[in-house]
């Protein structure tokens, strides 16, 4: 993988696994309203797409570490575009 950004608090060891599944449900949500998506939507999209149920990662870390970066590898424009002013 190519893209460079930085230590997102997902990988952050300091953080409960419980405040990660969170984290990843309200990306989700972002990404659902982002897209024009409702949640369910997202969640059977996502589910076809990378076979992780974004209701249940609390038992699935592997699927939780894979859609993060799923969506971080989905963000708008408009976050690439600011991440490069902050990162060059």
Not at 9 to 34: G, R, V
Not at 39 to 44: A, N, S, T, V
């Amino acid at each position: 993988m190519n893209n460079k950004h930085a230590i997102p608090t997902i990988y952050d060891p300091e953080i409960s696994y419980s405040e990660k599944c969170k984290i990843m449900l309200s990306l989700c949500q972002s990404m659902a309203k982002h897209k024009g998506m409702t949640l369910d939507e997202m969640r059977e999209f996502i589910i076809k797409k990378l076979n992780v149920d974004i209701k249940k990662l609390d038992t699935n870390p592997v699927g939780m570490l894979l859609l993060y970066e799923y969506l971080y590898s989905q963000r708008p424009a408009t976050c690439r575009n600011e991440e490069k002013k902050r990162f060059h």
